[in-house]
């Protein structure tokens, strides 16, 4: 998945993750970890060149999608407990044409729509990816295998980005100043 991965974040400048799923329902809320956890190791560990953001939408997706467009992403990743025929806490990447147009999740809307908005609205690359649950009962804990799944995917994230910034090299900022009647510029970085 990290090639892959990396493939789809390619120029990346700012990326928005975007977590469904309702912390309240287990293993439902692998989104809402993931994106808290990754928000937290990239305040200790930031990047030079890419700005990130994320978004816990929990139950309702659609109601961060005014605020995904104002970030102005370049790219976003949206990841949600999902059905995916793997072991539990195990994680891939969703092709478009794997979401299906109807709704059978905890969501108002079906995933394809907020997917298919946000790309169409902000121009920006959309990627999903599902981490298989086990537990969906209201009211139980994270699986334990889906917190590891969670933690596996926060580094991979976290590499990934930190691959694609040091393959992005970071524009200069131009300072200029008077002297002597004449602009001089010089590039800080």
């Not at 953001?53 to 104002?70: H, L, Q, R, S, V």
């Not at 059905?83 to 108002?108: K, M, N, W, Y």
């Not at 298989?132 to 926060?154: H, I, W």
Request: with cysteine; net charge negative; charged share 20%.
């Amino acid at each position: 998945m990290k090639t892959s991965l990396k493939s789809r974040l390619e120029g990346c400048e700012r990326l928005a993750l975007l977590g469904i799923g309702s912390e309240l329902c287990a293993d439902d809320g692998a989104g809402i970890l993931l994106v808290r956890s990754l928000r937290s190791l990239i305040c200790r560990q930031p990047f030079n060149s890419i700005a990130f953001e994320g978004f816990e939408g929990g139950n309702a997706p659609e109601n961060a999608t005014g605020f995904i467009a104002a970030f102005k992403p370049t790219h976003i990743v949206l990841v949600d407990a999902a059905e995916i025929g793997a072991a539990v806490g195990e994680f891939r990447e969703i092709l478009p044409h794997e979401i299906p147009d109807t709704c059978f999740s905890t969501h108002t809307l079906p995933l394809k729509i907020i997917v298919d908005y946000l790309g169409r609205v902000t121009g920006a690359i959309v990627s999903v990816i599902g981490i298989q649950p086990a537990n969906l009962d209201f009211g139980n804990s994270p699986t334990p295998e889906v917190r590891k799944g969670v933690r596996r995917l926060m580094r991979l994230l976290h590499t990934v980005m930190g691959e694609c910034d040091r393959a992005t090299p970071r524009k200069p900022v131009l300072e200029s100043a008077t002297f002597d009647g004449e602009t001089l510029s010089h590039g800080q970085g």
